[in-house]
């Protein structure tokens, strides 16, 4: 199967908040079957009703096949999908697409990451694979 056509029905495991709203949602299949594999970079798409689809950066670890875990800002002039996906409760259901990744990491003996708010998560996967692998790296937030 292509992994750009995998869709399934997500239960929210946990909902976590990790800063000032930001909340963290651990999103696994209701049987605990595993999820596709995915590589540091990636994002899924989550659907979160009618019309509201919104793309996370999947910020876990890669090595955790039964669960993704994306981080969501809930911003006051958003258009809607922050506010539904804070609105999210353990047990709750959504439907998930993915993953992709249009910003795989390059192995590189040194690597420079530069974030900003809610988007550090991607690099946090990614951080962890560079230093899992023995490179050096940095972030300048």
Same mark, same amino acid.
């Not at 299949?29 to 596709?36: E, F, K, Q, W, Y």
């Given at each position: 199967m292509n992994m750009h056509e995998f869709e399934t029905e997500l239960v929210v495991r946990a909902v976590d908040r990790v800063a000032q709203?930001?909340?963290a949602l651990t999103l696994a299949?209701?049987?605990?079957?595993?999820?596709?594999d995915w590589t540091p970079g990636a994002h899924i798409d989550v659907i979160l009703g009618?019309?509201?689809t919104r793309q996370y950066s999947l910020c876990g670890s890669t090595n955790d096949t039964t669960t993704w875990r994306v981080a969501v800002l809930r911003s &006051?002039?958003?258009r809607g999908g922050g506010q539904a996906a804070h609105a999210l409760r353990a047990g709750a259901t959504v439907r998930g697409r993915g993953p992709r990744n249009h910003f795989p990491i390059v192995a590189a003996p040194r690597s420079l990451?530069?974030?900003g708010g809610i988007g550090l998560?991607?690099?946090l996967a990614m951080i962890h694979e560079v230093d899992a692998a023995? &490179?050096?790296w940095e972030v300048q937030y």
């Open positions: 709203e930001v909340v299949r209701a049987d605990g079957t595993s999820l596709p009618d019309d509201l &006051a002039d958003g990451f530069i974030a998560t991607p690099l023995g &490179a050096r």
